[in-house]
């Protein structure tokens, strides 16, 4: 059985990171310790996704977890409908065109028929 090199590819590694650092004029910073800390917070990007809860009114009651489900679901069902109905009128505004151009086709045909009897 062969035995994995991974130290001359670690050396290697070293050698490249080394010769990018020397490239970029970076050789008189030293790199952190790993026990250094980081001195300012980065943000994450579940920080930037969540929005502030809105306070809850004190005259409003606590929803039980089966009403929040059931508003969740009339939200979601609302929401879904609006998005059918907008893909709809993008489709039929992509068919009208052919539509009217087939019956323009067709009522051309008929009068033609009509005219010649």
């Excluded at 004190?58 to 609302?78: F, G, M």
């Excluded at 709809?88 to 009208?96: E, H, L």
Aim: glycine fraction near 0%; proline fraction near 9%.
């Amino acid at each position: 059985m062969e035995k994995p090199t991974s130290l001359p590819q670690s050396a290697h590694l070293l050698d490249d990171l080394e010769s990018i650092r020397q490239l970029l004029g970076d050789e008189s910073l030293e790199p952190p310790l790993l026990t250094d800390t980081v001195e300012e917070q980065i943000p994450l990007l579940l920080d930037e996704a969540e929005p502030e809860p809105a306070p809850v009114a004190a005259s409003e009651p606590a929803l039980d977890p089966q009403a929040k489900r059931q508003e969740t679901l009339l939200h979601l069902d609302a929401e879904l409908r609006a998005a059918a109905q907008l893909i709809m009128q993008d489709v039929i505004n992509d068919f009208t065109p052919h539509i009217e151009n087939e019956i323009k086709r067709r009522l051309d045909a008929r009068l033609e028929r009509l005219l010649n009897q």
